[in-house]
C-alpha cells in the first residue's frame, strides 16, 4: 500500500518524480521488490531507490544485490542519469555495506532520519 499507491500519482519532495515499483523474482517466484523514482531536473540526483525489500526467507542469498545491479544496469543505459540516491537507517550494517559494495558514497547527510548515500553514473 505504501508504494503502490504512490506509483500511480509521483511524489513531489523536491519536484516531481515519476515512481517505478518492480518485483525482484526466482523465476516464477517472488522473492523481494525494488522501487525507484525518477526527476530528470532534480539538481543533485536524477534517480532514487525508494525501497529495495526482500523477503525474510530469501535474505542472505544475493537476491537484493541481483535487484540492484539490474536497476543500476538500467541507470547506466539511461544519459539522462548522472547521480542515483539512496538511503537507510543509519545502524543498518547490512545495507551500508551492499550499497558501499556497489560504489554508493555516503554523504554524511540524514534525510528523513536516514543516511543518504549518493552514486555517480556519470560525469
Known sequence: MFSIAPAQ???????????????????????????????????????????????????????????????????RADEQIKDVGISYEPHNEVARKLYASLGFTETGEIVDEEMLALLRIRP
Do not use: T
Request: glycine share 14%; with cysteine.
Open 9 to 75: 500519482f509521483g511524489d513531489d519532495y523536491e519536484g516531481h518524480w515519476d515512481l517505478y515499483p518492480f518485483g525482484i523474482y526466482d523465476q516464477d517466484y517472488p522473492v523481494g521488490f525494488l522501487m525507484y523514482g525518477c526527476n530528470f531536473d532534480h539538481p543533485r540526483y536524477q534517480a532514487f531507490i525508494i525501497r529495495l525489500m526482500v523477503d525474510e526467507k530469501f535474505q542472505g542469498k544475493g537476491y537484493g544485490r541481483l535487484g540492484m545491479e539490474k536497476l543500476l544496469e538500467k541507470f
